[in-house]
């Protein structure tokens, strides 16, 4: 688990977008022993929860399975989302509109969250993950995502120390390049 951090605007979710390959940016992504990918090629191996979660028209089920057809309850259960979802009277089957405006912030997340890590790439990028989410709630993420690390490589673009201290090593981006290693645990 790695975390990005530094101040605001300095092209910390620019780096992500380049890594996701959402982006024409110049240079090479290389992911293990795979060099020079990029585009669709690269979207296949990289999934991006980004900093405004993405809610579509549809059921809070048919939002967390987008892009994986994965069990929605799992990864509901991961991201905390369980706990609100199985309160709400029609549970996974709730109707959703484009933007999630009948859903908190806090919600939203927790239903993009969930989505990312519903999707098996070898790669998950949250871009300040945890937006609008409790002391308590970031806590339980940062161990969740330090479960999830042990199986896939997990970028936190994050301000949150709490997140910040769960990485295994730490950058600092600033002015759009990556200016130091801030920590790096073993």
Known sequence: MTAIVGPSGSGKSTLAAVL???TGAEGTVELGERADLAGPELRELVTLV???????TGTLAS????GSGAEPGVAGELSGADEFVRRLP????TRTSFG????SGGQRQRIALARGLARPTPVLILDEPSTGLDGAATARLAGVLR??????TVVVITHDPVLEAAADRCYSVENGRVAAAEHAYT
Do not use: F, H, M, S
């Open 147 to 152: 479960t999830v690390a042990q199986r896939r």
């Open 63 to 66: 939002n967390i399975a987008y």
């Open 50 to 56: 980004p900093q405004r979660a993405v809610i579509r």
């Open 90 to 93: 029609g549970g996974y089957l």
């Open 20 to 22: 996701a390959g959402l």
């Open 100 to 103: 999630g405006d009948e859903l």
